[in-house]
């Protein structure tokens, strides 16, 4: 691990970063979201589904 070539790396990366427009901040809020949204009611799915299986009503 050759510190001195991450480091360099990493301000390279950090001096092309730009800061999101508002658009694309509410686009990307929105799609993160809907994914967590997504994954809660798929788990939630699984938890009914497990609970009618056991008998856990």
Known sequence: MDVPYDLTSY??????????SQEEFLQVSKI???GILLVGFIG???GVTMALLTGGF
């Open 11 to 20: 301000v390279r990366v950090l001096k092309m970063a730009t800061t999101p």
């Open 32 to 34: 993160a979201g809907a």
């Open 44 to 46: 939630f799915l699984i």
